[in-house]
């Protein structure tokens, strides 16, 4: 089974507006995680990753924090845009080659 | 930077009939390959990875297998497919532990 996933299937936020996606993992010896974009019909698309020496990691408009103890980790966008609108996935690796994916949040950005 | 070429983007097959998709990598050598397959709604499941020509790792059983005959070069194949193939198939390549996966645009497979 997924050894990651996400608290809500679906976010819809208004232009403009900050976004926040949750990720939580099950596993507490994960070193390495990372976010992907998808839209429709594509591969997706590295945003941004974090490892596990750090809580905090900025790129543009995107920031993604880690929370260990909680095993826990977020997704911010700021002033979300409409071509933010896709399916937002976490995905985790444990020191290996393979990455396990969740099942993914789906954003839809309102005018 | 990496670019992974699938092709076809759309296959529908009939149940029962081979299958064979193709995956190339530019950009880089010797990668890490990765086949995926992703169901409506639902995350990515890796199927199987690949460090090296001829080295092939399967994640889960099932009626699908891979091949690497070359460095950049990963085929999937069944030799008779099933219903609970269709699917979203994306291969990927990567460089090293905890670095980021590229992806295809993926196959859209339909068996009927």
């Known amino acids: 089974g997924e050894s990651v996933g996400l608290h809500l299937p679906t976010l819809s936020v208004q232009e403009g507006d900050n976004s926040i996606i949750n990720c939580a993992y099950s596993n507490s010896a994960s070193d390495y995680f990372i976010w992907y974009k998808q839209e429709s019909g594509k591969g997706p698309q590295f945003i941004i990753d974090?490892?596990?020496?750090?809580d905090k990691r900025q790129g543009q408009r995107v920031t993604v924090l880690l929370n260990k103890t909680v095993k826990h980790l977020s997704l911010q966008i700021a002033a979300t845009q409409p071509g933010d609108s896709a399916v937002y996935f976490c995905?985790?690796?444990?020191?290996?080659?393979?990455?396990?994916f969740g099942a993914g949040t789906t954003v839809t950005v309102r005018a | 930077s990496q670019t992974i070429h699938q092709w076809p983007a759309t296959l529908v097959q009939p149940v029962g009939s081979p299958l064979s998709l193709e995956c190339t990598v530019e950009?880089?050598?010797?990668?890490?390959l990765y086949w995926y397959r992703q169901a409506a709604g639902r995350g990515l499941q890796l199927l199987f990875y690949?460090?090296?020509?001829?080295?092939i790792s399967s994640e889960v059983p099932q009626n699908l297998s891979a091949s690497r005959p070359q460095d950049r070069q990963f085929i999937l194949s069944s030799k008779k497919l099933l219903l609970s193939d269709s699917g979203f198939y994306l291969c990927a390549s990567g460089s090293s532990y905890n670095s980021p996966l590229h992806f295809g645009n993926g196959t859209r497979l339909t068996v009927t």
């Open positions: 974090i490892r596990s020496n750090m």
């Open positions: 690949s460090v090296g020509i001829g080295q």
């Open positions: 950009g880089t050598s010797n990668p890490n």
């Open positions: 995905a985790e690796s444990l020191n290996d080659y393979k990455l396990s």
